[in-house]
């Protein structure tokens, strides 16, 4: 065995990249292509809107639900139990004075169970498009979307090797956001998005 070097400036470190940066990261959300959620996107001008406003995000994890044992002569030995693998992401987007984020994620839940009882005529889902849930989306490809959480170097310009996508994902609560007239602060919309499963992939395939 090679003797360790307990150097910062001669061991092997030095020929590591830098260390990965929290705050240099992309979230695409990507809805399927034909479907209701796609044709929102479109109506606001593509899936770079939401990238824009995202201002912080998580990677997603996964575990084990419990586990089984099996006991023999006095040992015991363990097992993992079922995998689970669907679970919630947060995104933090800030807002901007078209409302955009607002009304992407009061529509998109609409899609999924339509709530407004439209009494002044003017609810968002009233764009043409005629966004409601219960009779255009009855499956679930027509109301979730891919998540992509992407990471780049230090000098912006390329990805790292992997990404993170989470599949069949949709805002499952939105945060209320609170007004003060005594405040200074921007506002922002907190999001807690429901996935079914995640993968590590390569960034090329993105």
Avoid at 21 to 40: S, W
Avoid at 63 to 86: I, L, N, R, W
Avoid at 137 to 149: E, M, R
Avoid at 153 to 165: A, G, N
Wanted: aromatic share 12%; with cysteine; glycine share 6%.
């Amino acid at each position: 065995m090679a003797e360790n070097n307990m150097s910062v400036f001669t061991s092997v470190i030095n020929t590591l990249p830098d260390l990965a940066k929290n705050y240099l990261f992309q979230v695409i959300i990507v809805p399927e292509d034909g479907t209701p959620l796609a044709d929102l996107f479109k109506s606001i001008g593509g899936n770079d809107q939401f990238m824009l406003r995202c201002k912080s995000a998580t990677i997603p994890g996964k575990s084990f639900d419990g586990e089984f044992e099996t006991h023999y002569m006095g040992t015991k030995k363990t097992y993992p139990g079922k995998a689970k693998v669907d679970g919630e992401m947060s995104l933090k987007f800030d807002e901007f004075q078209d409302l955009i984020t607002s009304r992407m994620l009061h529509a998109w839940q609409n899609l999924i169970f339509e709530q407004s009882i439209n009494e002044d005529g003017g609810d968002v889902t009233s764009t043409g498009l005629q966004f409601s849930g219960g009779s255009i989306s009855n499956y679930l490809k027509d109301y979730t979307a891919k998540i992509q959480v992407v990471l780049y170097d230090s000098t912006k310009k390329k990805r790292l090797p992997y990404s993170w996508v989470c599949y069949q994902c949709w805002p499952n609560n939105v945060n209320e956001v609170s007004l003060d007239m005594a405040s200074q602060e921007k506002i922002e919309q907190t999001v807690t998005f429901k996935y079914n499963t995640s993968q590590m992939i390569t960034s090329e395939s993105i």
